[in-house]
């Protein structure tokens, strides 16, 4: 481990997607880095007025509230990211459903079982892919790309610190979403544990990751706010999954599907990833 003195310490944050990113880097660079707080603003407010459910500017919000009426032809974002979306679905065996945005929201306001929509995706949403359209097929379908949306935030302000060649960065979205690049300043990995747990057992190393972590509860600890989308019942059990990845995307739809599915399927969907370490507990 090489000691740095004299380190030029940067952090930059930035409140967007109902959440707060924090960026730290270190280095001589600090012109760079201000291009990279510059595009990452940009970015996520860009994603911001595309995927917000709640934003009645945002492109998202009109498709969830023109789906059911009439065919909707969202713009290649929006569009491309559904498609992720349900190709994530057939990847987790369906414990990863960005189409259940009203059943998940239910859940949040304590009504579980009070949004009822078929358990069929296909009887749910209808996605031409020749003409690039969406519709859905009942009253109840809601695009929810909140479990997706800051992986693919991270993901792309990652390639631009490697365009940019930045050597050494944390990124923390929400404080559990994370994108590393190079080391801590005073080691030879950026550290990672879980709030309380001390065992240097689960002590992640990362250095050019993604890492993402879930948890059955709310902040409160009162809320189920993962839901089993087979049954559409929340995730009772307390339960934490942390997942470590090269893709951000990835390790944000595993650490949820980690929690929403049982155990006995982990394997099974863990083999259709490209993953470096995860733990459930």
């Known amino acids: 481990m090489q000691l740095i003195r004299n380190i030029n310490l940067y952090h930059h944050s930035i409140v967007a997607m109902n959440s707060q990113l924090d960026m730290v ?3 001589d660079n600090q012109l760079v880095y201000n291009r990279v707080y510059n595009y990452a603003l940009e970015t996520l407010q860009k994603y911001e007025l595309l995927m917000s459910r709640y934003n009645k500017e945002s492109e998202l919000y009109h498709l969830n509230k023109n789906g059911y009426v009439s065919t909707v032809f969202p713009g290649e974002i929006v569009y491309n990211t559904l498609e992720m979306g349900i190709e994530y679905h057939r990847l987790t065996q ?5 189409t259940l945005g009203n059943v998940y929201q239910a859940n949040k306001n304590g ?4 949004v009822n929509v078929d358990r069929d995706l296909t009887k749910r949403i209808e996605i031409d892919t020749m003409n690039r359209s969406v ?10 790309l909140g479990g997706i949306g800051k ?7 990652g390639k631009m610190i490697d365009e940019l060649s930045l050597k050494n960065c944390f990124l923390s979205f929400g404080g559990s979403s994370v994108l590393t690049r190079g080391r801590h300043p005073h080691g030879d990995f950026w550290p990672f544990g879980l709030s309380g747990i001390l065992d240097s057992a ?15 509860k709310s902040s409160d600890k009162k809320i189920a706010h993962i ?12 339960k934490s999954a942390v997942v470590q990845c090269n893709n951000a995307i990835d390790a944000e739809v595993l650490s949820t599907t980690l929690i929403a599915s049982p155990a006995h399927l982990h394997a099974d969907i863990l083999q259709n990833f490209n993953i470096e370490k995860y733990l459930v507990i």
């Open 94 to 98: 369906g414990y990863f459903d960005v």
């Open 202 to 216: 689960y002590l992640w190393e990362l250095q050019n990751h993604s890492l993402s972590v879930s948890s059955s």
């Open 25 to 27: 880097f270190w280095g």
């Open 151 to 157: 992986g693919i935030a991270l993901n792309e302000i």
């Open 135 to 144: 519709r859905f097929l009942q009253k109840n379908v809601s695009i929810d």
């Open 227 to 238: 839901v089993n989308p087979h049954t559409y019942h929340p995730i009772q059990i307390d």
């Open 111 to 114: 009504q579980p079982n009070r």
